[in-house]
């Protein structure tokens, strides 16, 4: 009867806790943690949502001493990998945009670490082998001035930026738009991708640098529409009575940043404490709070329309080479010529 009762119990905790555990940290990697007492964060996320990341995190386990490293764009793969080859082991747990932590992947500088907290997380914002988890999310969405175009006029697909009152300096993108790219062709075919491509490109769009930058030409009224720009971004300047709207088109193309362990950590067990808090619901809701949109699928977002449960999503960075996709790129919309 005990050994029946003992299966049974036992199979009620693989069929409720899964693969990935039962979420939060365990008092053997709290007690490790506690004898390495650091912890070194490489991300790319701004230093007003990391800090207060790492605030909070100190404030729960105040045994480590956390320290982080802010690097925007490719600068942090690069340094990383130079790190690597010089056999300089200096952070633990790093958060790059996902294009950038391939690169990192793909050298084996990362290690599993399959946190019980995964198991709240969408399959599209997590890996099966626990390399990765993302810990925000951004999704790209079209803004639109909704002083200058009337309602029907208001852009609702991609396609309706073809629409004559969009043509001549009116379409604002950026310079680096690669991802955004890449995700239309893979989700419409590579012809029919491409054929779209150079339909766009007739219609003599303004390309510069930065998301932010697209978004406050809008807003001033130099351009009618912008490609490209982070949702949260978006919702920020209308939630600030900006006289500018945005659209998500589905399927919506996500770009996270992802949460890795260092394969050869000078503080394994701090990172995976770490890793744990980021992951974890009140984690998650210090990035929410500080405007970013939480991975977690518990945590509500603010607003909830900036990532609809139901909506249909394609993750971007993981598949594509960076190199290739900047050459074709450039050579469809004829920048850097």
């Given at each position: 009867?005990?050994?029946?009762?003992?299966?049974?119990?036992?199979?009620?905790?693989?069929?409720?806790?899964?693969?990935?555990?039962?979420?939060?940290?365990?008092?053997?990697?709290?007690?490790?943690?506690?004898?390495?007492?650091?912890?070194?964060?490489?991300?790319?996320?701004?230093?007003?949502?990391?800090?207060?990341?790492?605030?909070?995190?100190?404030?729960?386990?105040?045994?480590?001493?956390?320290?982080?490293?802010?690097?925007?764009?490719?600068?942090?793969?690069?340094?990383?990998?130079?790190?690597?080859?010089?056999?300089?082991?200096?952070?633990?747990?790093?958060?790059?945009?996902?294009?950038?932590?391939?690169?990192?992947?793909?050298?084996?500088?990362?290690?599993?670490?399959?946190?019980?907290?995964?198991?709240?997380?969408r399959s599209e914002f997590k890996d099966k082998k626990g390399l990765w988890t993302g810990?925000?999310?951004?999704?790209?969405?079209?803004?639109?001035?909704?002083?200058?175009?009337?309602?029907?006029?208001?852009?609702?697909?991609?396609?309706?930026?073809?629409?004559?009152?969009?043509?001549?300096?009116?379409?604002?993108?950026?310079?680096?738009?690669?991802?955004?790219?890449?995700?239309?062709?893979?989700?419409?075919?590579?012809?029919?991708?491409?054929?779209?491509?150079?339909?766009?490109?007739?219609?003599?769009?303004?390309?510069?640098?930065?998301?932010?930058?697209?978004?406050?030409?809008?807003?001033?009224?130099?351009?009618?529409?912008?490609?490209?720009?982070?949702?949260?971004?978006?919702?920020?300047?209308?939630?600030?009575?900006?006289?500018?709207?945005?659209?998500?088109?589905?399927?919506?193309?996500?770009?996270?940043?992802?949460?890795?362990?260092?394969?050869?950590?000078?503080?394994?067990?701090?990172?995976?404490?770490?890793?744990?808090?980021?992951?974890?619901?009140?984690?998650?809701?210090?990035?929410?709070?500080?405007?970013?949109?939480?991975?977690?699928?518990?945590?509500?977002?603010?607003?909830?329309?900036?990532?609809k449960r139901d909506w249909k999503v394609e993750v971007v960075g993981?598949?594509?080479?960076?190199?290739?996709?900047?050459?074709?790129?450039?050579?469809?919309?004829?920048?850097?010529?």
């Open positions: 009867m005990f050994r029946r009762h003992l299966s049974v119990l036992f199979a009620f905790l693989i069929l409720g806790f899964g693969a990935e555990g039962a979420g939060g940290a365990s008092s053997e990697i709290i007690e490790k943690a506690k004898a390495e007492g650091e912890l070194s964060f490489y991300t790319s996320m701004n230093i007003g949502e990391s800090k207060p990341l790492l605030d909070a995190f100190k404030k729960k386990y105040p045994f480590i001493r956390p320290k982080l490293t802010r690097i925007g764009g490719t600068a942090i793969a690069t340094r990383m990998l130079i790190e690597a080859r010089a056999n300089r082991h200096l952070w633990d747990v790093s958060a790059p945009t996902l294009i950038y932590g391939r690169e990192v992947l793909n050298k084996g500088l990362v290690t599993p670490y399959r946190s019980g907290e995964r198991k709240f997380y810990v925000v999310l951004n999704t790209s969405v079209m803004v639109y001035n909704t002083q200058l175009l009337k309602p029907d006029q208001y852009p609702k697909r991609y396609e309706d930026l073809l629409r004559p009152h969009f043509k001549g300096g009116m379409i604002s993108m950026d310079t680096q738009l690669y991802l955004w790219f890449a995700g239309q062709l893979r989700i419409h075919g590579r012809e029919k991708g491409l054929e779209f491509m150079r339909k766009l490109k007739a219609q003599d769009p303004i390309f510069r640098r930065g998301r932010t930058s697209q978004a406050q030409a809008v807003i001033a009224g130099e351009m009618l529409v912008a490609v490209e720009v982070y949702g949260h971004r978006a919702q920020s300047f209308k939630s600030a009575g900006a006289p500018l709207d945005w659209v998500a088109v589905e399927p919506v193309l996500i770009l996270p940043l992802a949460l890795m362990l260092n394969k050869n950590a000078p503080n394994p067990n701090a990172g995976r404490l770490f890793i744990d808090f980021v992951l974890s619901k009140s984690g998650q809701e210090v990035l929410r709070d500080k405007g970013r949109i939480p991975a977690r699928s518990d945590v509500t977002i603010d607003p909830p329309g900036l990532l993981l598949k594509e080479n960076l190199r290739t996709l900047v050459k074709f790129y450039g050579e469809v919309f004829g920048i850097g010529r």
